[in-house]
């Protein structure tokens, strides 16, 4: 035996003696000035949105780069289809959108891709949105952490806009009225409007496609990175049955609802009706409300909006970071929070809220009605935790003079048994093996909208095995 353990570390020591000078080498690199921290136990995915966050942004880089080879930034005068023929004239040509559709439809792996893709950037607007809110119930900033605060949010900003120039590229005409809701705010925009419409804008269609092709895969990813590189704390929360299970859940969200090419955009057709994407319905409320000028609906009120949010830790300069020693600043989150819904909201709705939107002339909202609406949700939001942190501190110091002990929630300890625990593994691993026959299946009769939900599905049986088997490492 010992020979024979003797034998094998001889095999595996040139093996081990490249690892140890691989390792030994990156201790020089930013690569392992960062510290991945992989829980042994189920954590709360709350504390680490921001983590996986930059997840969804790889798989967005990913899917983003295979979406390359097949996409044609054109809106304009289209090349020949053969020699000797001639061009097709720029009304016409919609070259980025035939592209899209061509990707959807035709191309290997393309539906499957591009709906990633599609969902992904969904997810990473939301999982910013929901990280940045959470960071903010819970004081974080209060921690020393107010660099990596205004950076967080100056990253969301961005987020936000690395989406918009992404879907303006298929020119749809859902692309096609961000576009035309994005030209009209910067030709608004004081002294510098139409210098800096041209350089955004360009002065045709094909420049436009052009720029936003640049802006969407080169320019706004190197500033998102170089942001990142100041945001990112030195120690990282990478949960693998997390993050197996979000991807999942991306990749089912796919298979469920695919998404569409949309209306292809004519220049010389009327425009119909239709709606951005969900994180700019808010912006879309605003520029639609009547008497309020594109510029001051469209950039100052959000302008506002982020300003407020980003000095907050200069103002909430208190030392306790529980809620409810804080109810000012915890209401005025909840009251953005009701802001956001209801905006959000009044985006997909006619003049009057309780009429679907089906023609321009319901386009334009009542100011009294939505202004309204707004103060109402603002006063309920400083009521309800007002209302709330009293009876929390009533009830706290009920328990303070009867001197009882103040309840804390303890973690629940695990009520499996080691063998129910190894007959959820094996159902789970029997799971995943049918899960991939019906791939299989599902791509020989081109069923791809239930490829990729069976795929998402075998990521979270993945995510649930592996929990699984962690829990039955701490059952005795």
């Known amino acids: 035996m010992a020979g024979q353990t003797s034998k094998k570390r001889g095999v595996l020591d040139p093996i081990i003696v490249l690892l140890r000078w691989i390792w030994d080498r990156l201790e020089r690199t930013l690569l392992l000035a960062i510290k991945l921290v992989f829980p042994s136990r189920f954590i709360s995915p709350l504390g680490f949105l921001g983590m996986l966050t930059v997840i969804v942004f790889i798989i967005l880089g990913v899917t983003g780069a295979l979406l390359l080879f097949h996409f044609q ?6 090349p020949p289809a053969a020699p000797n023929t001639t061009y097709v004239p720029a ?3 919609n070259a980025a959108f035939n592209s899209v559709a061509s990707i959807n439809n035709q191309v290997d792996w393309g539906f499957l891709i591009r709906n990633i893709h599609y969902q992904a950037s969904n997810a990473m607007v939301l999982l910013a949105v929901m990280h940045m809110f959470y960071q903010y119930f819970a004081g974080r900033y209060k921690l020393r952490y107010e660099i990596l605060w205004v950076t967080g949010i100056i990253l969301g900003v961005v987020t936000i806009i690395e989406a918009y120039t992404g879907y303006d590229l298929i020119f749809n005409i859902r692309g096609q009225l961000a576009i035309n809701i994005g030209q009209t705010l910067t030709y608004y925009t004081p002294v510098l409007g139409a210098n800096l419409a041209q ?3 360009g002065f045709s269609f ?4 052009i720029r936003f092709y640049a802006f969407h895969v080169f320019i706004i990813p190197i500033i998102m990175l170089a942001i990142m590189s100041i945001h990112l704390p030195k120690n990282l929360v990478l949960d693998i049955p997390v993050a197996s299970a979000i991807t999942g859940i991306i990749l089912i969200l796919g298979g469920l609802f695919p998404v569409e090419v949309g209306v292809r955009y004519d220049p010389n057709q009327l ?4 709606f951005p994407e969900w994180y700019f319905t808010s912006l879309y409320a605003f520029i639609r409300t009547q008497g309020l000028q594109p510029f001051i609906a469209g950039a100052i009120i959000p302008g506002v909006f982020v300003l407020i949010f980003t000095v907050v830790p200069f103002f909430d300069k208190g030392r306790k970071i529980a809620m409810i020693d804080r109810p000012f600043w915890v209401a005025l989150g909840v009251a953005a929070l009701g802001q956001i819904a209801i905006v959000t909201v009044w985006g997909f709705r006619a003049s009057n809220p309780f009429q679907p939107l089906l023609n321009e002339g319901q386009l334009l909202i009542d100011p009294v009605l939505f202004a309204g609406s707004l103060l109402i949700a603002t006063a309920l939001s400083y009521g309800f935790v007002y209302a709330f942190v009293r009876w929390r501190r009533a009830k706290l110091d009920a328990l303070r003079a009867a001197k009882k002990p103040i309840p804390y929630r303890k973690v629940q300890p695990y009520l499996l048994t080691k063998g129910e625990v190894y007959a959820l593994l094996g159902g789970l691993l029997l799971l995943q093996a049918f899960l991939d026959v019906a791939i299989f299946r599902a791509f020989l009769d081109t069923l791809n909208n239930f490829a990729l939900l069976e795929i998402g599905m075998v990521l979270v049986a993945f995510a649930a095995t592996v929990h699984i ?3 039955g490492a701490q059952v005795k």
Request: proline share 4%; net charge negative; glycine share 4%.
């Open 73 to 78: 930034p054109i809106f304009g005068d289209c």
């Open 91 to 93: 009304a016409t040509c």
């Open 199 to 201: 350089i955004i804008f």
């Open 206 to 209: 094909n420049d436009l496609a």
């Open 271 to 274: 425009t119909q009706i239709t």
């Open 469 to 471: 088997y962690r829990v």
